[in-house]
């Protein structure tokens, strides 16, 4: 091991990559100049995460990030994506001989940006060159939805998904089962420390000591409370330049981890801008449940209000026949986090 030191040090960059709630869910091992990289199916185990698809893409920016940090220790890399052996996402071979992608500099600083973004649209150069990042993956496209009347619609669609959670309670029961409250839980336990969220501080106190409870929350419910907080969500989401959408062709795996190495590249080079982005990928993965038959968990109503709204942001989306959203996202100029989520070291198996 004591050779691969280089190696070592390229997985404690990468591993700074997004994954649902900050979940992390990968090992590595490494075998003379080869790396593996293997997903742990337990540590997502949220409804979003339909048939993985969701932690798959988190290893495809996983691996994105692996492929640029070589490149900082003079390595090159190539991926075979799903070489067949069980849970594992990647193989990487490494050569030498490679000239450092300037994108390294940030996978350190990329995160999640949950504030208002300031209301202007996009610099054309800004969205060239983002566009550009996520040019070199086949079957993979970025687009945008901008205009101030079309961004305030989506940001009501994709507040949908607040609504539905406040209102069922396997989801209500997980995202409280998944905010950390202090920096020590998160160390302990991957998941989203509360700062992240941006709430008010009063309202974090609201979520930890009153929300907390399913049995308060459904008579709240009663009061309006899920329309409240779907409102307040909503305003947020449009608070920002534009929507971005990751665009595949396909359902396979292999299709959601080239996803994720091109949302990986569109994120760092938005970050190297200076402009912020945040997931908002909820209802379209819910919809893929709804779509494959295995959503029995939710009612007729909310089946009927995913459905509904998932047409209506593929429509506003431009999707053509054939083409799904991977990844949904708010970007814009919004100055910095409150808080950025603690990433673990990486675990190598033997």
Not at 202 to 215: G, S, T
């Amino acid at each position: 091991m004591s050779d691969k030191i280089w190696l070592i040090r390229v997985l404690e960059t990468a591993v700074n990559a997004p994954s649902g709630d900050n979940t992390q869910p990968w090992r590595f091992r490494i075998q003379n100049n080869e790396l593996f990289v293997y997903n742990l199916e337990d540590r997502d185990t949220t409804i979003y995460n339909f048939k993985q698809r969701g932690s798959y893409l988190g290893h495809g920016a996983l691996v994105e990030n692996i492929v640029i940090a070589a490149s900082a220790e003079g390595y090159s890399a190539d991926v075979t994506p799903f070489p067949g052996e069980p849970k594992c996402t990647a193989h990487i071979s490494f050569r030498k001989g490679a000239l450092a992608d300037p994108l390294h500099a940030h996978i350190e600083r990329r995160t999640t940006n949950r504030k208002p973004y300031v209301i202007r649209p996009l610099r054309p150069e800004d969205k060239a060159r983002l566009h550009n990042a996520a040019s070199g993956f086949s079957d993979v496209t970025l687009k945008f939805v901008e205009g101030n009347e079309v961004v305030t619609r989506l940001g009501r669609l994709v507040g949908v998904n607040e609504r539905i959670l406040f209102e069922h309670r396997g989801l209500h029961d997980f995202l409280f089962s998944i905010i950390r409250w202090t920096p020590k839980e998160e160390l302990s336990d991957p998941g989203l420390y509360v700062k992240t969220m941006e709430f008010p501080l009063p309202l974090q106190y609201i979520m930890r000591y009153i929300f907390y409870h399913w049995p308060v929350v459904r008579v709240l419910n009663m009061l309006g409370l899920s329309k409240v907080v779907s409102a307040q969500s909503s305003a947020n989401h449009a608070a920002c330049s534009a929507f971005g959408a990751i665009v595949i062709k396909g359902y396979e795996n292999v299709d959601f981890f080239c996803a994720g190495r091109a949302l990986e590249r569109v994120w760092l080079q938005a970050t190297a801008l200076d402009v912020s982005m945040q997931p908002v990928t909820a209802l379209p993965y819910l919809m893929q449940r709804v779509r494959e038959g295995e959503a029995n968990m939710f009612d007729d109503a909310h089946i009927n209000r995913i459905k509904k709204t998932s047409d209506e942001i593929s429509k506003l989306c431009g999707l053509q026949e054939g083409e799904h959203i991977a990844m949904l996202f708010r970007i814009g100029y919004g100055g910095a986090p409150s808080a950025h989520s603690h990433k673990q070291t990486p675990v190598i198996l033997n």
